[in-house]
């Protein structure tokens, strides 16, 4: 149970930071829609790995 515990904060930890890189990608260039979409896709597949 800890295990799986210490994974899931590890994979949470994983996604916030990947949040704060778009964040940080977007405050920089805000015409990179591209690579915004890239993220929020990389972000999603995340979601998907923590829900299985």
């Known amino acids: 149970m800890y295990v799986s515990l210490s994974i899931q904060n590890h994979t949470f930890g994983v996604m916030i930071r990947s ?11 805000p015409r990179m ?16 790995a923590v829900m299985i």
């Open 19 to 29: 949040i704060m890189i778009t964040l940080f990608t977007v405050m920089i260039r």
């Open 33 to 48: 829609i591209t690579l915004y979409r890239v993220m929020i896709r990389s972000i999603m597949i995340t979601l998907l």
